[in-house]
């Protein structure tokens, strides 16, 4: 059964960096492409970021680029997404999803970042 | 603010047909991206209902279907069940800002 499980979330204060992390099982980590989406309580999806399975393609949206990182470990079948000098906006669910044939196919139950002094 | 429009509200009753436009532009869906759609229950992750315009992944019931022409992609409910009520995305790539985008998201509501 394929699984990922967001980790990583909390309370933290602006301008304070957090790592996110995604642990995957039940297939092949290093055969699939994987992506960040998030979404503020109440709000639509946004997609963050994306990473091949061999990390030599990456992309941010235009609303993270600069502050946030994307990184995998496929030895230790693990998805990652460092966020620095974060920002009341940055506040949200965080759902790492695997790409499949197209489209994303599996999602995690998603992490909560909150913001706020 | 999303590159992919929605209706923010479509309302039916059981068993009837909905529709979800998502209008792009020819820099996403106009360009030939595939366009995909997702459903999320409340207080879940979301679920992909629809690949590659008119796909369905397995378990997904012939219920839903997707369609595309030009800049815009639909989704269609037919015989609508209570169990749908739920938020509903399309999703696209973008070509002019190198990445994915996602519709502004659209909430059935079952009468």
């Known amino acids: 059964e394929v699984q990922l499980v967001e980790s990583g979330g909390g309370l933290v204060q602006p301008g304070r960096s957090l790592r996110l992390s995604c642990a995957a099982s039940?297939?092949?980590?290093?055969?699939?492409?994987m992506h960040w989406v998030r979404q503020a309580p109440g709000k639509g999806l946004e997609w963050v970021s994306g990473i091949s399975w061999n990390s030599n393609s990456i992309g941010y949206a235009d609303s993270v680029k600069g502050r946030f990182t994307i990184s995998r470990d496929n030895a230790k079948n693990s998805l990652y997404l460092h966020i620095n000098s974060l920002r009341p906006e940055d506040a949200a669910f965080y759902y790492c999803?695997?790409?499949?044939?197209?489209?994303?196919?599996?999602w995690g139950q998603g992490t909560l970042v909150t913001v706020s002094s | 603010q999303s590159v992919l429009t929605q209706p923010p509200s479509v309302f039916g009753a059981p068993g009837q047909r909905v529709t979800i436009s998502c209008t792009g532009s020819?820099?996403?869906?106009?360009?030939?991206?595939?366009v995909h759609w997702y459903q999320q229950l409340p207080r879940t992750a979301p679920k992909l209902l629809i690949y590659g315009d008119s796909n369905r992944p397995s378990g997904v019931p012939d219920r839903f279907s997707g369609s595309k022409s030009g800049t815009s992609a639909s989704l269609a409910i037919t015989g609508l069940q209570a169990d749908d009520e739920a938020d509903y995305y399309c999703?696209?790539?973008?070509?002019?800002?190198?990445?994915?985008?996602f519709g502004t998201g659209t909430k059935v509501t079952v009468l």
């Open positions: 999703q696209s790539y973008d070509s002019s800002l190198s990445g994915y985008v």
């Open positions: 039940g297939f092949t980590f290093n055969d699939y492409a």
């Open positions: 999803a695997r790409v499949g044939l197209a489209g994303f196919d599996y």
């Open positions: 020819t820099s996403n869906i106009g360009a030939g991206f595939d």
